[in-house]
C-alpha cells in the first residue's frame, strides 16, 4: 500500500511534498524576491501615518493569539500534504495476481468474446444455485402425514400469557394430534431477549425449551417438552434434527404431562418445571425424514462463483453488481431468510427488497467503490479482503450475532451476560479504525470534506435523538450506509472495510428490510414487561379438607373497584389463564381446586382495561405441603 510518488515517466525526479504552511512560506519568499519594491521612508505617503490611526475593526483581536495559531495550525494539517497523494495498492507478486486476467485475454482476446463468456458465467450460476436451492426449500411429502409445515425457530404452540384465552381454549388441540414439521438450520442459537416466565422462574438470553429426556436411557419414546416451547430449538435438543442441516419430522401432542426435567443436551440447557401444564408434545420415532436446509451446500455454490468473478474481471461495473446480487439473493433465499413458514412468500418479500436496495447500492458504487477499485489489479487481495469482507458481513447471523449484543439499549446492555466487555471492545476497535481511516484520507487530501460530512451525519442523528417520544435504532442497513463513505479510496484496509459494510448492508435489508431509523417504545418492547400497574392481593385463605375426601383449595381475595383505567383482573395458574372477571360483574374472589397431589401450583395477576391486560405480577406459590410464598416484587 503505498502512495502515487516516485520518478515520473520521463525520468524526472520526484515531487516534493510539502504541508500548506510551508508551501505558503516559500510562496511568500518567492515573490518577494522577484517581485517585491522596498520603499524609503522619505518616499513613502504622509496617508501611512493617517491609517495607522483608523485600523479597521477585527473580531479576532479579542482571540488570543496561541489559539489563533493553534486553530491554523490544526486546519493546515487537516488540509494534508500539498499536492495530496492519493493511494495506491502495488501487488504482492503481481505476476501471480495478475495471471487471471492474462488468461482472459490471451483466450479471449475481443470484447465479445469476453460478453459470451460472462453469459455463460450468469448462466451456470444460476442454473446451479437454482437447483440446490429447489432441492433445499421444497421437501417431500412424509410418508402417511403428509408435505410438512415450514416452522420458523422462534415458533411455538403456545402464545405467552393470557393469548391462548381462558383455560388456554384458544390453543386447543391439547392431544390426538399430529402435524409434519421442517425446521430450517441454525436454530440453536435463537434465544428469548425480553424475562420470559416459567412457573416461579425467570428466562431470558437462553433457548426457550423446557423438559427433555424423562428416563435415564433418554429415549424418544420418553422425552417430552411444554407447548410454550421452541420447536425447532427442542427437536434440537431432543436429537431428532440436526441444527447445521435442520430436517423434517412428526410432532405428536400428548396433553398434560407433569415434572419436565432441565437437561443438558447438544448444547442446550433446558429449563426445568416441576408442575403440570395442559400441553405437550413429543416426536414420533422414524419420522425423521432426510429433508435438509442446504444452506452450506449453497453457500458453497456462491462462494465459488464470487470468486471466480473476483479474480477473473478488473471493470468495477461488471464485478460490484454481480457480486451483490448474487450475494444478496443468497442471503434472502438461503443463509438468512424471514421467518415465513411460505417460501414463495420468501421469494416474493426478497424481490420487493431487491430494487430500493439496488438503488442505495448504485450510490455506494459511483461514490465509494469506483474510486476504490478502478485501476486496481490486485485480484487475489481484492478476493480476500474485499470479497471475503462482504461475505463476514453478510453472513452476520453467523459472524457479528455471535457478539452478546442484542439490541443497543441501556436495559438490554444491563441484562445480557458480557454485553458491556463486549459493547467496550466493539467500541474501542471502532474508534482505532476510524482514526487510520481519518489519516488515509487526510494523506489524500479528503479529510476536510469528509469532516464536514460526518459533521452533518451527527448532528442530524442528535437531532433525531431529540424528538420525543421516538427512539433512534441504528440498524444494519444504516451503519453500512452511513460509514462506507471513509473507505472510498485505495489501500488495503478499505477494501476490507468496505467489504464488510457493504454485507452488512446486504444482510440487514435481504433479512429485515428497510426499517425506520425512528421507532416507538412499543415497537422497542416487542413482547417485554409494560411497566403498569400491578394488583395488590391479600394473603389467600387455604383450606387443607384433610380427612374429608376432597381436594385442598385456597381462595384470593381483593378490593373493588379496580384502579383507574382498570376494570379486570386475570389469574394464571401454572401460565395458564384459569379466571378472567371483571368490575362489573361484582366479584371479589377467586377459589382454585388442586388439580393434582404433591405438586407445587404458581400463580400470577394482572390487571385487564377490555381484553388487554398489563404485567402479570411475579409468581406467588402454594407448595406441596399447603403453605403459601407471597409473590416477590415487581413483574414477570
Known amino acids: 500500500m503505498e502512495s502515487r510518488d516516485g520518478v515520473n515517466e520521463e525520468g524526472a525526479p520526484p515531487q516534493v511534498y510539502r504541508d500548506d504552511d510551508d508551501a505558503a512560506s516559500l510562496h511568500s519568499h518567492d515573490s518577494a524576491a522577484s517581485d517585491g519594491i522596498l520603499i524609503n521612508g522619505s518616499e513613502a505617503s504622509d496617508q501611512e501615518s493617517y491609517s495607522s490611526q483608523q485600523e479597521p475593526y477585527y473580531a479576532n483581536k479579542y482571540i488570543p493569539p496561541r489559539l489563533i495559531r493553534a486553530w491554523r495550525a490544526?486546519?493546515?494539517?487537516?488540509?494534508?500534504?500539498?499536492?495530496?497523494?492519493?493511494?495506491?495498492?502495488?501487488?504482492?507478486?503481481?505476476?501471480?495476481?495478475?495471471?487471471?486476467?492474462?488468461?482472459?485475454?490471451?483466450?479471449?482476446?475481443?470484447?465479445?468474446?469476453?460478453?459470451?463468456?460472462?453469459?455463460?458465467?450468469?448462466?451456470?450460476?444460476?442454473?446451479?444455485?437454482?437447483?440446490?436451492?429447489?432441492?433445499?426449500?421444497?421437501?417431500?411429502?412424509?410418508?402417511?402425514?403428509?408435505?410438512?409445515?415450514?416452522?420458523?425457530?422462534?415458533?411455538?404452540?403456545?402464545?405467552?400469557?393470557?393469548?391462548?384465552?381462558?383455560?388456554?381454549?384458544?390453543?386447543?388441540?391439547?392431544?390426538?394430534?399430529?402435524?409434519?414439521?421442517?425446521?430450517?438450520?441454525?436454530?440453536?442459537?435463537?434465544?428469548?431477549?425480553?424475562?420470559?416466565?416459567?412457573?416461579?422462574?425467570?428466562?431470558?438470553?437462553?433457548?426457550?425449551?423446557?423438559g427433555g429426556p424423562t428416563d435415564a436411557d433418554e429415549t424418544l419414546e420418553n422425552t417430552f417438552y411444554r407447548a410454550d416451547s421452541f420447536i425447532c430449538g427442542s427437536a434440537i435438543h431432543a436429537g431428532f434434527v440436526n441444527d447445521a442441516s435442520g430436517g423434517c419430522g412428526v410432532i405428536s401432542m400428548v396433553g398434560e404431562k407433569t415434572?419436565?426435567?432441565?437437561?443438558?443436551?447438544?448444547?442446550?440447557?433446558?429449563?426445568?418445571?416441576?408442575?403440570?401444564?395442559?400441553?405437550?408434545?413429543?416426536?414420533?420415532?422414524?419420522?425423521?425424514?432426510?429433508?435438509?436446509?442446504?444452506?452450506?451446500?449453497?453457500?458453497?455454490?456462491?462462494?465459488?462463483?464470487?470468486?471466480?468473478?473476483?479474480?477473473f474481471t478488473t471493470s468495477p461495473a461488471v464485478f460490484f453488481p454481480s457480486a451483490f446480487l448474487g450475494i444478496f439473493m443468497h442471503v434472502a433465499l438461503a443463509s438468512d431468510p424471514p421467518n415465513l413458514t411460505d417460501y414463495y412468500a420468501i421469494i416474493s418479500i426478497a424481490l420487493g427488497r431487491l430494487l430500493p436496495a439496488s438503488f442505495c447500492m448504485f450510490a455506494v458504487y459511483k461514490y465509494c467503490v469506483v474510486p476504490q477499485q478502478q485501476g486496481l489489479h490486485a485480484q487475489v487481495e481484492k478476493t480476500i479482503l474485499w470479497l471475503g469482507g462482504v461475505w463476514v458481513g453478510a453472513l452476520n447471523n453467523y459472524t457479528f450475532d455471535k457478539i452478546p449484543i442484542q439490541r443497543l439499549t441501556p436495559h438490554d446492555i444491563k441484562q445480557q451476560p458480557g454485553a458491556i466487555p463486549a459493547l467496550i471492545i466493539v467500541a474501542t476497535s471502532l474508534l482505532s479504525i476510524a482514526i487510520g481511516q481519518a489519516w488515509a484520507m487526510r494523506v489524500e487530501g479528503r479529510l476536510p470534506k469528509y469532516l464536514a460530512l460526518y459533521g452533518m451525519i451527527v448532528g442530524s442523528v442528535l437531532a433525531l435523538v431529540a424528538i420525543p417520544k421516538m427512539n433512534v435504532r441504528i440498524h444494519h442497513y444504516i451503519l453500512g450506509l452511513l460509514l462506507v463513505p471513509g473507505t472510498a479510496m485505495q489501500n488495503r484496509p478499505s477494501l476490507l472495510f468496505q467489504g464488510i459494510l457493504i454485507g452488512l448492508f446486504i444482510n440487514g435489508i435481504a433479512r429485515w428490510g428497510f426499517d425506520s431509523i425512528?421507532?416507538?417504545?412499543?415497537?422497542?418492547?416487542?413482547?417485554?414487561?409494560?411497566?403498569?400497574?400491578?394488583?395488590?392481593?391479600?394473603?389467600?385463605?387455604?383450606?387443607?379438607?384433610?380427612g374429608t375426601g376432597l381436594m385442598p383449595n385456597i381462595t384470593f381475595e381483593w378490593e373493588l373497584p379496580f384502579p383507574k383505567h382498570y376494570d379486570g383482573l386475570s389469574i394464571l395458574v401454572n401460565d395458564v389463564e384459569r379466571y378472567r372477571g371483571y368490575e362489573d360483574a361484582g366479584k371479589e374472589s377467586f377459589t382454585w381446586v388442586k388439580h393434582i397431589k404433591d405438586v407445587p401450583e404458581y400463580f400470577r395477576f394482572a390487571f385487564m382495561n377490555g381484553n388487554g391486560r398489563g404485567d402479570y405480577t411475579k409468581a406467588g406459590v402454594w407448595g406441596v405441603d399447603g403453605s403459601w410464598t407471597e409473590m416477590a416484587p415487581g413483574p414477570s
Request: aromatic share 14%; glycine share 6%; charged share 20%.
Open 259 to 311: 415434572h419436565f426435567p432441565s437437561v443438558n443436551r447438544r448444547r442446550i440447557s433446558s429449563i426445568g418445571f416441576d408442575s403440570y401444564f395442559p400441553k405437550s408434545f413429543t416426536f414420533v420415532p422414524g419420522t425423521a425424514s432426510k429433508c435438509r436446509d442446504l444452506r452450506w451446500p449453497l453457500f458453497a455454490v456462491s462462494l465459488t462463483f464470487t470468486i471466480l468473478l473476483s479474480l
Open 518 to 546: 425512528l421507532q416507538t417504545p412499543d415497537e422497542l418492547r416487542g413482547d417485554a414487561q409494560l411497566g403498569s400497574l400491578l394488583p395488590s392481593i391479600v394473603a389467600p385463605i387455604v383450606y387443607d379438607n384433610v
Open 74 to 210: 490544526t486546519a493546515t494539517w487537516v488540509k494534508g500534504p500539498q499536492p495530496p497523494r492519493p493511494w495506491k495498492i502495488h501487488p504482492i507478486f503481481p505476476k501471480v495476481q495478475t495471471a487471471p486476467i492474462q488468461f482472459i485475454n490471451n483466450y479471449f482476446p475481443k470484447r465479445k468474446h469476453k460478453v459470451s463468456l460472462l453469459v455463460f458465467f450468469y448462466f451456470c450460476w444460476l442454473l446451479s444455485f437454482g437447483l440446490v436451492l429447489h432441492r433445499s426449500a421444497f421437501a417431500a411429502d412424509i410418508k402417511g402425514f403428509g408435505s410438512p409445515v415450514r416452522v420458523r425457530c422462534n415458533d411455538r404452540f403456545w402464545v405467552d400469557a393470557n393469548g391462548c384465552g381462558l383455560n388456554g381454549d384458544l390453543c386447543r388441540p391439547f392431544e390426538n394430534s399430529t402435524m409434519a414439521f421442517r425446521c430450517p438450520a441454525n436454530c440453536k442459537r435463537v434465544e428469548v431477549v425480553n424475562p420470559h416466565a416459567v412457573g416461579d422462574q425467570e428466562v431470558n438470553y437462553k433457548p426457550l425449551v423446557i
